[in-house]
């Protein structure tokens, strides 16, 4: 059993950066390739970024390379994924997975554990 659990979302201007948080309680968390997904209304839950489990290895989804960065914390078991020049259209709520493989894959259905979401809302 595993259990992911994000946080840092909220309400923000275009423009505005914000740092999302996903803390995992999973079994050798540094042997996970992590990832955040976005689901806005009314869409399907799309790729973001992804780390490999070696910290080695990043990729991005081409609407936010550049201005997203995704970093892992293995001492605390944390994924960051700090956002800036946000726009409207990164409105969606955030998920954290991980996948117990050695790929990096943007596809939803290969990753093990999900989080609950966190809310990202940028107004214009």
């Known amino acids: 059993q595993g259990q992911l659990v994000e946080s840092g979302g909220g309400l923000v201007q275009v423009g505005d950066s914000l740092r999302l948080t996903c803390a995992a309680s999973i079994r050798n968390f540094g042997s996970y390739t992590m990832a955040w997904f976005r689901q806005a209304p009314g869409k399907e839950r799309e790729f973001v970024a992804a780390i490999h489990w070696s910290g080695a290895t990043t990729h991005y989804a081409d609407a936010v390379r550049g201005r997203f960065t995704i970093s892992r914390e293995k001492v605390k078991n944390a994924v960051y994924l700090q956002m800036d020049s946000l726009m409207p259209e990164d409105t969606a709520v955030y998920y954290c997975?991980?996948?117990?493989?050695?790929?990096?894959?943007?596809?939803?259905?290969?990753?093990?554990?999900w989080g609950q979401g966190t809310q990202v809302t940028v107004s214009s």
């Open positions: 997975a991980a996948d117990q493989s050695s790929y990096i894959h943007v596809e939803t259905a290969p990753y093990d554990y």
